[in-house]
């Protein structure tokens, strides 16, 4: 389960290996399980097209992110695309965020941060274009 935020457009979930992560009681993402996981690189345009999020270029040359809310909370990880199953419909690239330090007020049984902005990375945006 994740919250959903309608003030953010990148969704994001805790990620294996983390670094500072809040209790969860659900298993981790864990990337090199998958199959279909990208990273994304800083000098691609969905990068650049991040609104509502700070970005920077990784010594990798990865899209890292940084999200923080008005309560203080606070998310960093890696900017990313996965394909994404919700109920019947398979979702290809899927950009998400890959979180690796996490602090704040979140709470165990959330998984993450749904956004559900306005801009071209909210999960409903995306959605729209398939």
């Known amino acids: 389960m994740a919250i959903t935020n309608t003030g953010s457009d ?3 979930m805790q990620c294996k290996p983390c670094t500072k992560c809040y209790k969860h009681t659900a298993p981790l993402f864990d990337p090199k ?19 509502t999020v700070a970005t920077n270029c990784s010594a ?10 008005a309560d203080g909370s606070v998310s960093t990880g890696v900017v990313s695309t996965e394909t994404i199953t919700l109920g019947e419909r398979v979702l ?5 965020g890959c979180s690796f330090t996490n602090d704040g007020v979140f709470q165990p049984t959330w998984g993450g941060i749904v956004g559900l ?9 995306q959605i729209r274009k398939l």
């Open 33 to 51: 399980s998958s199959s279909t996981y990208q990273p994304i690189d800083c000098e691609s345009e969905t990068c650049k097209a991040m609104a």
């Open 10 to 12: 990148l969704s994001w």
């Open 92 to 96: 290809p690239y899927i950009v998400f």
């Open 117 to 125: 902005g306005g801009g071209d990375c909210s999960l409903v945006s």
């Open 60 to 69: 990798t040359k990865k899209c890292e992110f940084l999200s923080l809310y």
